[in-house]
């Protein structure tokens, strides 16, 4: 089974501190993705990355990073958090090599974030 | 921006009851595809149905797709207790990421 793993489930951070969400994918996918969840706007894409030191914007890139040093791990970092990125953040990656699956997404478990 | 638009927003069915959630886009598609969420969970990967497909099936789940309309629906008979959970579309534009909508609610009483 496709296992994506974010390393912190539940975080609380200050505002203007610098928060990193870490994800590691244990099925050699090119693709990554970060998507932050929030009631009412469903899930919104971050950032994504189809290879090593590659990275795109997604529809709400502001306020946030990406780092992809390792095919295996993708890092979301907020260089300075502030309250409206309190939300749930959720890491999934794919293959676009799995051609029967049609670029299936598979999830991690999500980290909840909240800036105070 | 929100390519799937789902309906109804919420769904409340008793046990045995089929229940039906459905979504629209906008643009032309790759696939579609329907995941699953527990509340407070990661989504899971359901079924997907491909631009050249009309129906599919796969255990209690049944998925339409009509290209004319943009619009698909997923289709769970014989609801249980444990299908409680948010449902999701999420179409394929591009090949390399998928856009949700903003999901439906469902939740089957015993």
């Known amino acids: 089974d496709v296992k994506v793993t974010q390393s912190s489930r539940y975080l609380v951070k200050r505002t203007g501190e610098k928060v990193f969400l870490e994800c590691v994918q244990d099925?050699?996918?090119?693709?990554m993705f970060w998507y932050r969840q929030d009631p009412g706007l469903g899930l919104r894409l971050i950032y994504f990355?189809?290879?090593?030191?590659?990275?795109e914007k997604g529809d709400i890139p502001e306020g946030y990073s990406v780092s992809r040093e390792k095919k295996e791990r993708f890092s979301l970092i907020l260089e300075s958090a502030s309250t409206n990125q309190t939300s749930m953040y959720l890491c999934?990656?794919?293959?676009?090599?799995?051609?029967?699956?049609?670029?299936?997404?598979?999830f991690g478990e999500g980290s909840w974030l909240t800036v105070v | 921006s929100q390519q799937g638009e789902e309906d109804p927003q919420a769904l409340s069915i008793q046990e045995g009851e089929n229940a039906t959630m459905n979504c629209s886009y906008k643009?032309?598609?790759?696939?579609l595809q329907w995941y699953r969420q527990n509340s407070g969970r990661g989504l899971v990967h359901l079924i997907l149905i491909r631009s050249n497909e009309r129906e599919k099936h796969s255990g209690r789940l049944r998925v339409t797709l009509d290209t004319s309309k943009k619009s698909s629906s997923l289709l769970i008979t014989a609801s249980r207790a444990a299908d409680t959970a948010s449902y999701f579309c999420?179409?394929?534009?591009?090949?390399?990421?998928?856009?949700f909508g903003e999901g439906t609610q469902l939740t089957v009483n015993p």
């Open positions: 099925m050699d996918h090119e693709n």
């Open positions: 999934a990656s794919s293959s676009p090599r799995d051609r029967n699956s049609g670029n299936t997404i598979y």
């Open positions: 990355s189809y290879d090593v030191k590659m990275k």
């Open positions: 999420a179409t394929d534009a591009s090949g390399s990421r998928l856009t």
């Open positions: 643009t032309s598609i790759n696939n």
